[in-house]
């Protein structure tokens, strides 16, 4: 089970960017995934989006698709979530997990990191 760290909420105003960074405490392997989800008050954890580690084959849910973009950086075990043109329906708490295999639902991943919260103001 890798350990994981997020970084680099905060807040920002609607139509405004913001880049997520989720670092691993080891090496992760090509058969991993790196995902984010994110979690408002009240409100499922949602999946936000994930990226093969191997082959950096990309999948989003359709709230950010066009405006959110994951990506990867192997040679520091780190993903990244960029994330434009954000919305006050953005506002979470934004979660790292990490599963075997490309996958999208939260009971899947085996490895989270303990949330970054982003705050879209009006």
């Known amino acids: 089970q890798v350990q994981l760290v997020e970084s680099g909420g905060g807040l920002v105003q609607a139509g405004g960017s913001l880049r997520l960074s989720c670092a691993a405490s080891?090496?992760?392997?090509?058969?991993?995934?790196m995902a984010w989800f994110h979690q408002a008050p009240g409100k499922e954890r949602e999946f936000v989006a994930t990226i093969s580690w191997g082959d950096g084959r990309t999948y989003y849910g359709d709230s950010v698709k066009g405006r959110f973009t994951i990506s990867r950086e192997n040679a520091k075990n780190t993903v990244y979530l960029q994330m434009n043109s954000l919305k006050p329906e953005d506002t979470a708490v934004f979660y790292c997990a990490a599963s075997l295999g490309l996958r999208i639902k939260s009971t899947a991943m085996d490895s989270w990191g303990q949330g970054t919260q982003v705050t879209v103001s009006p």
């Open positions: 080891g090496r992760i392997f090509s058969a991993y995934a």
